[in-house]
C-alpha cells in the first residue's frame, strides 16, 4: 500500500486578491452578532436562527460557541472568531445560489462535509478547517455545478470538484485512510467532469488503502489490502493549472 503526496506551488499568488474581496463584501452590509450563549447585545442564539430571517447581504459575525450545520440559499457573508472557537457539529450545504453578491464562509471549523452545489455567483471560502469528531471520518469538500469558488487557507479530507471552477490557495487536502478493503484510498484531490482548477501554494495527499485484516481471507479471495490514493486526480475533460 503506498500513498501519492503532490504539492503544488506555482509563481504567483492566483488568489491574491480573495482577502480584499473578504473586506469589500462586509464593509456596509448590515452585520449580526450570533452567539449561542443568548445576552446583551445578542442578535440571534444560532447560525440557522438567522439565516431564516435576516435579509440577503447579511454580515453574520459568529462568537465562541457550538453551532449546528445549516444550509445556505442565499447570499451572505458568514464569519466566526477562528476555528479554534466556533464549531459547526453538521454539515454546511450552499446550494442553489444564482448570480448575483459574493458568499463568504470564513473563520470557522466544521465537523462534518461541506458542500457548494449549483452556485453561479462568487463563493469565498476562507480559513476553514475540517476537525474530526471521535469515529468521524469523512469531511469532504465537494464542489458541483458552480461557477466561481475561491478557496484559500481550506483544510479538509478531500477536494472533490465536479463540473465546476475551483481556485486553491494555500490549503491542505488528504484523502480519507479507512476505506473497507480492497478498496484505494483516497485522492486529496479529485477533479472530475469539465472542471477547471487552480491550485496555488496547496498540498494533496492521497490516502493509503485499507489493510487486509484477514490475511486467511484475503488468500482465499485472492486479494490484498487497497493501493494508495493520488495527491491529484484528473478526469480525461478537466483542467488542471
Known sequence: MTTSLLSI?????LIGSLLAGLASVSAAAQTFIIDDTPGPGI????????????????V?????GLYDGFVLDRHMTIIGASPAAVRVTSSIEINGLGIGATTVLSRLSIEEDLEVIDVGSTVILDNLVFTSPLGQQRGDLDVQNSSDVR???????????????VQASQ?????????PYPARGESGVRIEGTSLVHLDHCTAVG???????????????????????????????ATLR
Open 9 to 13: 506551488s506555482p509563481t504567483g499568488a
Open 43 to 58: 442578535d440571534f442564539p444560532s447560525i440557522q436562527a438567522a439565516l431564516a430571517v435576516v435579509p440577503s447581504g447579511s
Open 60 to 64: 453574520l459575525d459568529v462568537r465562541q
Open 151 to 165: 478557496m484559500a487557507r481550506v483544510q479538509f479530507s478531500s477536494l472533490i470538484v465536479a463540473d465546476s471552477r
Open 171 to 179: 490549503s491542505y487536502f488528504a484523502g480519507n485512510d479507512l476505506n
Open 207 to 237: 490516502a493509503e488503502g485499507f489493510p487486509c485484516e484477514d490475511p486467511g481471507g484475503c488468500f482465499m479471495q485472492q486479494v490484498s489490502g487497497g493501493s494508495g490514493g493520488h495527491g491529484v486526480e484528473v478526469g480525461p475533460h
